[in-house]
């Protein structure tokens, strides 16, 4: 399962870590979840395992969360694990074909920030 | 709930739907629910260049509440028959 969601409040103490740790990621990002869904209400509330996040961004290749802990010059490897994601911050909840993922090259992807949703 | 009943007899047929954050999404209508919560099968992202986020992506929800625009074939629509329906549900205070 992959979770889009856009530039809002309840992950942001994650991302200022991650931003005094590699600084120069433009502050206007997309940020997506990629987990196994584990359970879901009527407001899409969402309960993910082995939740990776990723931040895609123009100046660097996309920053993935990964299982490893370690990572390369490009790639930030964070493992969330088990997380909650309030429905009001959703989008799109969309079924990862694993294959086509797997054959990108994340650290060569950019991608123009996306504009916060406005209600 | 009358766009409800709407959307539910589109089902199946090719929609596209632009989100708030000016995403747009193509792909087959597959189900709608109670809060015009929509899935969608077939999925393609329009200008998938400049959206690399969305491309391994096959079949997908969109939440409802981040829905802006859902283009409907207009030959799938009976105007007069959803401007009766419009006018029916008002006249009864909903």
């Known amino acids: ?119 | 709930m009358l766009f409800y009943s709407f959307f539910k007899t589109l089902v199946g047929k090719e929609i596209a739907v632009e989100l708030k954050n000016d995403v747009a999404l193509t792909g087959t209508l597959h189900s709608v629910d109670q809060y015009l919560n929509v899935k969608l099968t077939d999925v393609q992202v329009v200008d998938a260049e400049r959206y690399p986020q969305l491309g391994a992506i096959k079949n997908c929800f969109i939440r409802g509440s981040v829905v802006r625009y859902i283009q409907i074939p207009s030959a799938d629509v009976d105007t007069e028959l959803l401007q009766d329906a419009c006018r029916k549900e008002s006249a009864q205070g909903k």
Not at chain 1, 10 to 16: D, G, I, N, T, V
Not at chain 1, 78 to 95: F, K, M, P, S, T
């Open chain 1, 1 to 119: 399962m992959l979770l889009v969601r856009t530039h809002r409040g309840c992950l942001l103490p994650l991302r200022e870590g991650l931003l005094k740790r590699f600084a120069p990621i433009s502050r206007h990002v997309l940020v997506f979840y990629q987990g196994n869904l584990k359970g879901y209400d009527h407001t899409i509330n969402l309960v993910l395992e082995g939740c990776k996040e990723r931040i895609y961004s123009q100046s660097r290749g996309v920053e993935q969360a990964r299982e490893t802990g370690t990572y390369s010059s490009m790639v930030v490897q964070v493992q969330l694990g088990l997380y909650i994601c309030r429905g009001d911050n959703i989008a799109v909840i969309g079924e990862v074909d694993e294959v086509e993922d797997a054959s990108k090259d994340l650290s060569r992807i950019r991608a123009e920030p996306l504009k916060p949703v406005t209600h």
